[in-house]
């Protein structure tokens, strides 16, 4: 049987030794629910923390108000604050964030429904991809959050590219 995304992310984390945190917005913990369906996720997941609103952004995910009023929450810059913050904050080895417009309505012509921004930080490096999801608001944060597992896989094994 095939391995899902996140039980190949929790082996990876366990046999490079390093611990995740999680930067959630529009997934609103979806991606921290698929990490704890893994058994023993508990050996490299440190926490998340949903940061629905910026000045939660801003006061546990260090996220700079400058970013936010000059780019906005959803943003590439945003998103590599949020991954940041959340290594930082939790004192992991490796973040996820997750930030974008799940939908139906807060779209704009700039920033459309199913904009999402994903970062992921590794000792390694640093990554941050652009996504436009189609769906409507539960396959986006369902899509978003696959995505970000993928991430998450790539930059593990080495294998992440810088899209955004």
């Known amino acids: 049987m095939d391995r899902t995304l996140e039980e190949r992310a929790g082996a990876a984390l366990n ?9 959630e917005s529009c997934t609103g913990g979806l991606i921290a629910h ?3 369906e893994v058994s023993g996720s508990s050996d490299y997941f440190l926490g998340g923390v949903v ?17 936010l009023q000059a780019v906005g929450a ?3 810059e945003t998103a590599r604050e949020m991954a940041q913050g959340a ?8 973040a996820i964030s997750v930030t974008g417009i799940a939908g139906p309505g807060g779209g704009t012509d700039e ?19 652009r996504h436009v999801f189609q769906g409507d ?9 696959e995505a970000a597992l993928n991430l998450l896989l790539n930059a593990l094994e080495g294998n992440a590219r810088q899209r955004a």
């Open 87 to 94: 290594s930082q904050t939790m004192g992991s080895d490796v």
């Open 137 to 145: 608001r539960q396959s986006n944060k369902e899509s978003a959050a």
């Open 15 to 23: 046999g490079k030794g390093w611990t995740l945190a999680l930067a």
């Open 51 to 67: 940061a629905y609103s910026n000045a939660v952004k801003e006061s546990l995910l260090m996220v700079k108000n400058e970013t």
């Open 111 to 129: 920033k459309p429904v199913g904009l999402t921004y994903i970062g992921a930080r590794t000792p390694d490096g640093e990554w941050v991809e």
């Open 74 to 76: 959803v943003s590439e």
């Open 34 to 36: 698929r990490i704890t």
